[in-house]
């Protein structure tokens, strides 16, 4: 597509067969999204599913091996400056110069970041009690974390970039920053991608989610698209995968039931409907936990077959 | 990004002119006894009324007052501190980065990191060019009264009286800044910097410099006995003419063939070997930009 200035009309984040190799070994691959504007998107994957190098990969950080990925319309090297300007980002363990004050961190922030907006930045600090003389290693996890946030708020760009923001964090401090985050995204526009082991603090955020494991998207889309798209069955034993509507992503054999997490359209759910079953919804964790406890063998075995039977990637069918 | 260059460098700054600083005391100090026992012995009155061995009472007293703290106390310290200061500065400058995970926030603002690199290296190498000028010109200073005596063409002396003292520098200091972007650590790119540091340095003094131009001979007829000095670093040297390098001294019969580089070569020779660090320099400088252009890593 057109390298749409504005960004108007642009995905905020579009990728195409994204893959990234280390040595031999690849750390994602095939990965095929699109996010629209507006969208909070929660990444869950367990470690070393490719979650950083996907999020570096959006940012710029690092080089795709193959494919491509464009933010706001704003592609891979050609537009690097343009890409910067799009997306601001806080790393994991979020990173500050240790030896600079709060304020030395957002005159950088300043002379780094035509956008940048001061007067929110020092607005924020003042709101959370953190003296702006004070040196980024004399502050607690919690306060660097939201000094990391704010110059990233500062930066005013429309797509913001979270990696395991939390992580380091006590339950309060968690809490807080991502109530501001959310705060900060409402009525903005702001488009957020996440990335974090808190399955439930995603829920509470999120409407879109994307799973990630062993370097291969293995579900993404709008939240209730996707807990349309999936239920919780109870049915007898035996009752082989094979008698059930749809592909099964998780299940758990009891003495005489099986309790089975498939995926598959609304008309074949609709469908359903023989004795001795039962179909429930599903929550958002334990669609989470089906997806991440699925092998990377069985989901790759399972992808390769989707794809065959249909030439649209997954990841794109369950977005429309 | 000027102010944050300035920022994240001013330490080192500071360090540096402490360290000038500390020099010029020290120069200060041991120059002005030079230069007072310079002229209460007259030696300025010997060298105009002549070259050849007038006044040699005078000038071996005042060489053995001074020599081994201008020419050799010295030397050790000298011959590593441009290579160390370089190391020192250039080490940190990405690997730091790499090794604190600051580089993720470096180079996620909207400033592009070969910009931001372009910045650093542009003030960085100019502080540098400063310090390195202001140290050539406080040593050249200090020991002005023993160079009307040896001239500055001697190994080790040369080093700091020109331009090659801050090659030398920006040598070290370009290849410790791509050692930090290839191996993300600090102190090991110093190290791994240093030694091919010292290892051309080294080799340039002693293999390259005196091969910079051929050198001139000069042959002395010693049927009737010859000044009384012989050796590389007699003054004035074998030739008679203060600023000379003598380069090697043989005896053929009665004849002395010395091997020199005249005084008047000595900015030829230091433009040529400044010239040849500021290339490499560029080289590391220019590799390193286009790898973090790259970054393959």
């Known amino acids: ?320 | 990004m000027i102010w944050v260059s300035w920022r994240q460098h001013r330490s080192q700054a500071i360090a540096c002119l402490g360290l000038l600083a500390a020099l010029t005391v020290y120069a200060i100090v041991v120059s002005t006894s030079m230069r007072t026992a310079f002229s209460h012995d007259g030696l300025a009155a010997c060298l105009t009324r002549s070259q050849a061995g007038s006044c040699q009472a005078a000038i071996s007293s005042f060489m053995s007052k001074f020599s081994s703290m201008v020419n050799i106390a010295f030397w050790a310290v000298l011959l590593i501190a441009p290579g160390l200061l370089g190391v020192l500065v250039g080490a940190p400058l990405i690997a730091r980065e790499l090794e604190y995970g600051t580089w993720r926030l470096a180079w996620s603002q909207t400033v592009p990191r070969t910009r931001w690199l372009a910045t650093k290296l542009a003030l960085v190498t100019g502080g540098l060019v400063v310090a390195g000028a202001a140290m050539t010109a406080v040593i050249t200073w200090y020991r002005e009264p023993m160079d009307r005596l040896t001239g500055h063409f001697f190994n080790n002396i040369y080093d700091f009286e020109g331009p090659v003292l801050t090659a030398y520098i920006l040598c070290a200091f370009g290849f410790a800044v791509l050692a930090g972007l290839l191996l993300r650590r600090s102190i090991p790119a110093m190290v791994a910097a240093f030694i091919p540091w010292l290892a051309i340095r080294l080799a340039v003094e002693f293999l390259l410099r005196p091969r910079f131009q051929a050198p001139l001979t000069f042959r002395q007829n010693c049927a009737h006995g010859c000044s009384i000095n012989t050796g590389v670093g007699a003054v004035p040297p074998e030739t008679g003419h203060i600023g000379d390098w003598v380069l090697s001294i043989t005896n053929s019969g009665s004849q002395t063939v010395t091997t020199y580089q005249p005084a008047d070569r000595f900015w030829h020779f230091q433009f040529i070997e400044a010239g040849l660090f500021v290339v490499l320099t560029a080289a590391a400088l220019g590799a390193t930009i286009w790898l973090l252009h790259r970054r393959p890593a």
């Open chain 1, 1 to 320: 597509m057109a390298h749409d200035d504005a960004g108007g009309s642009a995905p905020a984040l579009r990728a195409d067969r994204l893959g990234r190799r280390y040595g031999q070994v690849w750390g994602l691959r095939d990965c095929t999204l699109e996010v629209p504007a507006g969208a909070i998107v929660g990444l869950v994957g367990p470690n070393g599913a490719g979650k950083t190098t996907l999020l570096e990969m959006i940012i710029g950080l690092l080089e795709p091996t193959e494919g491509q990925v464009s933010v706001f319309g704003a592609a891979a090297h050609a537009h690097m400056a343009a890409r910067l300007a799009r997306v601001s980002y806080v790393a994991q363990d979020h990173p500050l110069y240790r030896d600079f004050s709060v304020a030395d961190m957002f005159r950088l922030g300043r002379a780094m970041n035509p956008s940048w907006d001061h007067g929110m930045a020092q607005a924020r600090m003042d709101t959370l009690g953190i003296p702006p003389k004070r040196k980024v290693k004399t502050l607690s996890g919690g306060q660097q974390a939201q000094v990391s946030l704010t110059m990233a708020l500062a930066k005013r760009t429309p797509l913001l970039v979270l990696d395991e923001p939390v992580s380091s964090l006590d339950p309060v401090a968690r809490l807080e920053f991502m109530r501001d985050v959310m705060a900060s995204a409402v009525g903005t526009g702001l488009t957020v991608i996440i990335a974090s082991h808190v399955v439930s603090e995603l829920e509470r955020l999120c409407d879109w989610l994307i799973v990630l494991t062993g370097g291969h998207v293995r579900l993404a889309g709008p939240v209730d698209d996707l807990l349309a798209a999936h239920r919780l069955l109870t049915v007898p034993r035996p009752t082989s995968d094979a008698e059930l509507p749809g592909l099964t992503i998780h299940r758990t054999d009891s003495d005489r039931h099986s309790t089975v997490l498939v995926r598959a359209d609304a008309a074949r759910l609709q469908a359903l409907g023989r004795p001795g079953w039962q179909a429930d919804p599903v929550g958002f964790e334990q669609l989470v936990m089906a997806y991440l406890q699925r092998s990377p063998q069985t989901a790759a075995a399972d992808d390769t077959a989707a794809a065959a039977a249909q030439p649209r990637p997954l990841a794109k069918e369950v977005t429309r």
